[in-house]
Nanobody, 125 residues
Framework: QVQLVESGGGLVQAGGSLRLSCVASGRTFSSRTMGWFRQVPGKEREFVAAVTSTGLNTYYADSVKGRFTISRDNAKNTVYLRMNSLKSEDTAVYYC??????????????????WGQGTQVTVSS
């Protein structure tokens, strides 16, 4: 069983920055793609970013490209999401997710087996 625990969310002014962290339990972390998704009430969960197991390949939603950076530290079983130049539309609950054993479509939530409990990010304008 894998557990994912996010931290680092909070309230920030527009233009500010935050760094989210997600620590994973278990032995599968280093072999899996990791993703970040976000959700606002009444809307579907939205892909934000993903990183492959080695960290060599990263993927971003167009809405965050150039502002957010995903990275991972396999020695610490941790994936990060650095968020710069935050906008009010970035306000959401952010979830980290552990990909299944062979992720084909990193932007699809169905490709991820385990999810964290979420951390709230609120950007004030």
């Amino acid at each position: 069983q894998v557990q994912l625990v996010e931290s680092g969310g909070g309230l920030v002014q527009a233009g500010g920055s935050l760094r989210l962290s997600c620590v994973a339990s278990g032995r599968t972390f280093s072999s899996r793609t990791m993703g970040w998704f976000r959700q606002v009430p009444g809307k579907e969960r939205e892909f934000v970013a993903a990183v492959t197991s080695t960290g060599l390949n990263t993927y971003y939603a167009d809405s965050v490209k150039g502002r957010f950076t995903i990275s991972r530290d396999n020695a610490k079983n941790t994936v990060y999401l650095r968020m710069n130049s935050l906008k009010s539309e970035d306000t959401a609950v952010y979830y980290c997710a552990l990909g299944n054993s062979f992720v084909s479509f990193v932007r699809q939530a169905r490709e991820y087996d385990y999810w964290g409990q979420g951390t709230q990010v609120t950007v004030s304008s």
